[in-house]
């Protein structure tokens, strides 16, 4: 185990400790998880998209990145910057989609 241990982010929610069975694991940070349960249900895409902010630590540095995930264990990992951008673009499309609300 690594003698110094990061700081928790000031987001982490669920803490890992690190495993003892590896040297160099730091622990992991897990963020509250944000959900939007989806209502054009199918059987193949039941169930909600999730968002999580997670960092895990090793050697004494930290690898964090948002992670996204939808019904079918389809998930990927963004970096900051990456979530903004599929925000704007979420924003985009949804104005298309429904521009009622776009006025604004
Ligand atoms: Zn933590």
Redo the contacts with the bound molecule.
Sequence with gaps: MTDELLP?PSW?MD?HEPDPNYDADG?A?YSSELQVLLTLADDYFEGAVSVQANAGDQDGKRDTNIELTAPGEVWTRLTATEARQLAEHLIVVADLVDPQVAQH
Aim: net charge neutral.
């Design positions: 928790c982490c803490h622990g940070h």
